[in-house]
């Protein structure tokens, strides 16, 4: 047996097209997820009455479980749960017009989100008293001193996590094949099939994700270089 190293630059060029649909898989839920971890990150430090329990609970399940039933829990539940409402209110509307990729992203995002805020909510918490304190006495206001002081080292502090969360997404959209989502995974198993060159393909898809994988460590130690002004007493 004899590896085609030409086919593998033709498979590059074919799976390759699956790259707008891999990055939006990877970077949407990536920006909501940080918005949902935020979010849960502050209920749960300040205790907000009602909901830092569910919060709690939130965290707990989606972490106890794996990303494929996420998104299995969405894919056959979500449907249900519209076509019944629809019915119910009289939308007119049916689960089936809804794009594919969206229960994919609801899914990411959720998980995201559990993660995220646990790195968030490490980041603030590793913040020292003191420093809002002085913010206080310059006349900063709570949410000033949220935005300008804490949570810009607390972003630098979390910078990891957050990287790792979104090489884990970005090698967690192989999933979306399991709905049938032609990503870059899916479309590696289309063009192996099609000239049943399975290794040719795979190899080919491990070169894009590689390479995506290089490029966030390279703007993540951009950001981290700019965020570190921040350890030097700058405000934003």
């Keep these: 047996m004899r590896i085609d190293a030409a086919f593998i630059f033709t498979a590059f060029l074919e799976i390759i097209k699956a790259l707008p649909l891999t990055l939006a898989i990877s970077t949407v839920p990536l920006a909501f997820g940080f918005a949902i971890g935020l979010a849960i990150a502050l209920i ?69 989100g559990a993660y995220m805020s646990e790195a968030i909510r490490s980041g603030i918490l590793a913040v020292g008293a003191g420093q809002t304190e002085a913010a206080y006495s310059i006349g900063m206001t709570g949410p000033q001193a949220m935005r300008r002081i804490v949570l810009p080292q607390a972003l630098m502090a979390g910078l990891p996590n957050l990287l790792h969360k979104f090489i ?55 950001l981290e270089k700019r965020l570190h002004t921040y350890n030097k007493g700058g405000v934003a």
Excluded: C
């Design 44 to 112: 749960r430090i300040y205790k907000v009455r009602g909901l830092h329990r569910v919060a709690g609970a939130y965290v707990s399940v989606v972490r106890g479980t794996p990303l494929l039933l996420h998104i299995m829990i969405i894919y056959f539940g979500l449907p249900m749960l519209f076509d019944s409402l629809s019915a119910q209110y009289g939308w007119g509307l049916k689960s089936s017009s809804i794009p594919l990729v969206t229960f994919v992203l609801i899914a990411f995002s959720i998980n995201s």
């Design 168 to 222: 884990g997404l970005l090698h967690g959209s192989s999933l979306a094949f399991t709905i049938s989502l032609q990503e870059l995974n899916g479309k590696a198993h289309i063009v192996a099939t099609t000239n049943l060159k399975f290794l040719e393909a795979f190899i080919a898809a491990a070169f894009i994700y590689w390479g995506l994988t290089l490029l966030a460590e390279w703007g993540t130690a951009l």
